[in-house]
């Protein structure tokens, strides 16, 4: 008789503190399109690319850092703003003159839409929706002893913040020039789910982040190390929703985290939710009940990699 599966143990049982998020992964209709509006609005570069069959994987990035992976599907539908998937890729920068520089350079290209500012409390962020009818966030944290805690939770909220105003204090000559340059990283991950305690038990009580903000109507915000949230869920357009059907948007949602060990204790804490996944010794790839797909891969994981790793 097999032997029942243990409980992870008490320090496996939330994810390290030292986790980040990865390239997000996005399966495309018109790759030409797609690949130069990411580069033209938001200073992504072409690093590498390979074909799969008919498939043509695309990773773009800043400097040698991978940000996002395209993955031409031109057979694919477009996928519905109602179903589980995406509802952004945030990008991170370091200061609010990086932050200008790459909003200044968004609004530029006609191929995406502005469609919003906001003052988060933590962050202040700008959205955009690519060609596809993918949402993009582009932020700046203010600083964690800014951040306030109510009963043990991070506050946060979406006050209006004026665009030009924010411009006009942080747009340089300098700063547009230098934004190429500049490293980026992404940030968050914010998911469309079709039901939030289901996306809690995968993701803070399988994955193993830590809730920062329950009580926000219709979503749950999440991360490691205290962070104001890594990996969030909403149920705003698609409350209700089953798992998703093949179509473009949301490929994979990658995380990274610093050892085997750490990868050791997900893969127990996902046996003990009794869920499925894949091990190749270097990543766990696992997905949630409407069949996003997530890879937690250990450091190192080169171009090559990535345009290996397989997508939902």
């Known amino acids: 008789m097999d032997r029942p599966t243990e409980p992870p143990a008490v320090h496996e049982r939330v994810i390290t503190p030292a986790m980040a998020m990865d390239a997000v992964t996005l399966r495309v209709g018109d790759l030409d399109v797609m690949s130069?509006?990411?580069?033209?609005?938001?200073?992504?570069?072409?690093?590498?690319?390979?074909?799969?069959?008919?498939?043509?994987?695309?990773?773009?990035?800043?400097?040698?850092?991978?940000?996002?992976?395209?993955?031409?599907?031109?057979?694919?539908?477009?996928?519905?703003?109602?179903?589980?998937?995406?509802?952004?890729?945030?990008?991170?920068?370091?200061?609010?003159?990086?932050?200008?520089?790459?909003?200044?350079?968004?609004?530029?290209?006609?191929?995406?839409?502005?469609?919003?500012?906001?003052?988060?409390?933590?962050?202040?962020?700008?959205?955009?929706?690519?060609?596809?009818?993918?949402?993009?966030?582009?932020?700046?944290?203010?600083p964690r002893d800014q951040w306030v805690r109510e009963r043990g939770q991070i506050k946060m909220g979406s006050a209006w913040l004026d665009p030009n105003a924010y411009l006009r204090s942080h747009l340089t000559e300098a700063g547009l020039a230098a934004a190429p340059s500049r490293s980026g990283q992404v940030?968050?991950?914010?998911?469309?789910?079709?039901?939030?305690?289901?996306?809690?038990?995968?993701?803070?009580?399988?994955?193993?982040?830590?809730?920062?903000?329950?009580?926000?109507?219709?979503?749950?915000?999440?991360?490691?190390?205290?962070?104001?949230?890594?990996?969030?869920m909403n149920t705003w357009n698609s409350a209700g929703a089953g798992p998703r059907a093949a179509s473009?948007?949301?490929?994979?949602?990658?995380?990274?985290?610093?050892?085997?060990?750490?990868?050791?204790?997900?893969?127990?804490?996902?046996?003990?939710?009794?869920?499925?996944f894949a091990d190749d010794g270097r990543s766990v790839t696992v997905a949630d009940p409407w069949d996003t797909q997530v890879t937690v891969s250990v450091p190192g994981t080169s171009v090559e990699d990535l345009l290996a790793r397989p997508t939902s």
């Open 187 to 232: 940030g968050h991950v914010h998911l469309q789910v079709g039901d939030i305690p289901a996306a809690r038990a995968f993701y803070v009580d399988a994955l193993g982040l830590e809730a920062t903000l329950a009580d926000f109507p219709g979503a749950l915000f999440a991360s490691a190390g205290g962070y104001h949230h890594h990996i969030a």
């Open 248 to 276: 473009l948007g949301l490929g994979d949602v990658a995380i990274t985290v610093p050892g085997r060990e750490d990868l050791d204790a997900l893969a127990a804490r996902l046996r003990a939710a009794s869920l499925p």
């Open 36 to 142: 130069g509006y990411y580069g033209s609005a938001f200073a992504l570069e072409p690093l590498q690319e390979r074909s799969h069959g008919r498939e043509v994987h695309r990773v773009l990035g800043r400097g040698s850092t991978p940000m996002l992976r395209l993955v031409h599907t031109p057979d694919l539908p477009a996928g519905d703003q109602r179903q589980a998937g995406l509802f952004h890729t945030a990008l991170l920068f370091d200061d609010a003159a990086a932050l200008a520089a790459t909003v200044y350079r968004a609004v530029q290209d006609p191929r995406g839409t502005f469609t919003g500012s906001s003052d988060h409390l933590v962050s202040e962020a700008f959205y955009f929706t690519d060609p596809e009818g993918n949402g993009v966030e582009l932020y700046v944290d203010r």
